[in-house]
């Protein structure tokens, strides 16, 4: 299995741009997390999917931000308008069950000007 | 609240040294232990794993054994490389929650 695919690698936007961050998890694993790391605050949880539905959304810091899963192999992570502050590297993680061992992909380093 | 406290890096060892990073943690029920590495450039990769109480998790020569006498998980390995350095994560997961919670993280860099 190729492991969780996240797509770009890197970004680099402008304050008020639309960013959105792509995630392909793994085969048959039917929860799948958004999260964000800074130096500041370190790993945190954003949302969570099970079968293709938000579950919980508590950990979205504002309106600006929205997660979609349209179908079992994609989900995204939408920023409108992005900001500065949002600078940070994304991570995408699946798995099978909500208390199993989540696999991580290598994460989207977003840059906003 | 629930959560992970780790020991703050970064810790630099030479190679072949005795590795401890340390981890306590705070919950209400009992949760399942990990530690995750983050080499540099990449995203985490779960390194080892307990579930309940004297457990000992193992992997690549890492160890941490699940204390809950007093609330620790802390990293181990007899011999570090330079291929180990990166950056280690410890968490926690209860068993009603999806949610893992993370430690700060502790950078380790060993020297040739």
């Known amino acids: 299995d190729a492991g969780v695919i996240q797509s770009p690698r890197h970004e680099v936007t402008e304050m008020g741009q639309e960013v959105t961050l792509r995630c392909k998890p793994i085969s048959g694993h039917d929860y799948l997390f958004w999260y964000r790391q800074t130096m500041m605050r370190g790993l945190e949880l954003l949302i969570y999917f099970n079968n293709n539905v938000p579950i919980d959304d508590s950990g979205m810091p504002e309106d600006r931000f929205s997660a979609k899963m349209p179908n079992a192999s994609f989900s995204t992570l939408k920023i409108q308008p992005s900001e500065p502050r949002d600078s940070a590297v994304y991570f995408c993680a699946s798995s099978l069950t909500p208390t199993d061992t989540q696999y991580f992909g290598p994460g989207t380093r977003l840059t906003v000007l | 609240g629930d959560s992970v406290t780790q020991m703050e890096g970064p810790v630099t060892l030479s190679e072949e040294a005795f590795l401890t990073i340390n981890c306590t943690y705070t919950?209400?029920?009992?949760?399942?232990l990990f530690w995750y590495v983050q080499y540099p450039g990449e995203g985490l990769q779960l390194l080892l794993k307990a579930t309940k109480a004297d457990d000992k998790g193992s992997n690549k020569g890492f160890e941490a054994t699940y204390r809950k006498e007093t609330t620790s998980f802390h990293l181990e390995k007899g011999s570090v490389q330079v291929s180990d350095s990166a950056v280690y994560f410890c968490?926690?997961?209860?068993?009603?929650?999806?949610?893992?919670?993370f430690g700060s993280g502790t950078r380790l860099l060993v020297r040739p």
């Open positions: 968490a926690l997961n209860l068993d009603s929650s999806y949610k893992l919670i």
């Open positions: 919950a209400t029920g009992y949760p399942s």
